[in-house]
């Protein structure tokens, strides 16, 4: 009977363990962002990032920074990938509150990807609210590196707006990573906006790398 109540609390204490605790001392890091963190540009960055950090992805389609602090629902699409490599993918999902991902991974660095949507939900004002509330507070916990949207064909007029807000709102307390001067979308195929099809997989991957070596290079020192 003794060695049944061990059993157990063996047990217990294997479903109880944080699924995200890897015990790791490597430097952990956070990433967020939305659709293009979605698809094939999120998860080569994953891919990347998780080599040689503790690694946990967030990508919410439709999402602005903001969405982070309020956990407004996607129906359009996720992609989730947790410390322990486990993954979510579907099309309806709270966003997470990044506030109570800090509490539990302690990011050392955070990679964030925005931009798009805010041609779409908001003003300019507004914006440059969202992004400096954002920033403020991931730059007050952790290093950070902020990734612009990529060049697309439907709004390519209107990215360099954004990203002067962007600019603006960061007022240096992230490094900046300006996605339109790697990327050419065409001016055939896909939906104008998004990297993932077959054609345009190598240039979302090709996306990821840029990244992943910037990252490297300057915010790992």
Not at 44 to 73: H, M, P, Q
Not at 93 to 121: C, H, M, Q, S, W
């Amino acid at each position: 009977m003794k060695y049944f109540f061990v059993f157990i609390l063996f047990l217990n204490s294997l479903y109880s363990t944080d699924l995200n605790n890897t015990n790791s001392d490597k430097k952990k890091v956070l990433i967020v962002g939305d659709s293009h963190l979605v698809g094939p540009f999120g998860q080569k960055l994953d891919e990347l990032i998780r080599k040689n950090f503790d690694t946990e992805t967030y990508g919410v389609c439709g999402s602005v920074a903001g969405w982070f602090f309020n956990e407004k629902e996607t129906k359009c699409g996720y992609f989730f990938k947790y410390r322990n490599g486990k993954s979510e993918k579907g099309l309806k999902a709270k966003t997470p509150d990044i506030k109570k991902i800090y509490e539990r991974l302690k990011p050392d660095f955070v990679i964030a990807e925005f931009g798009a949507n805010y041609y779409y939900y908001y003003e300019d004002t507004a914006t440059l609210k969202d992004i400096d509330g954002f920033i403020t507070f991931i730059s007050s916990n952790s290093k950070c590196l902020f990734v612009s949207q990529p060049d697309s064909r439907k709004l390519r007029d209107k990215i360099e707006k954004i990203n002067q807000i962007t600019i603006k709102a960061n007022n240096n307390r992230c490094l900046f990573f300006d996605s339109s001067k790697i990327t050419h979308y065409p001016d055939e195929g896909g939906d104008g906006i998004h990297y993932s099809t077959t054609t345009l997989k190598p240039q979302a991957e090709n996306w990821a790398l840029k990244v992943y070596e910037k990252f490297s290079k300057e915010l790992t020192k």
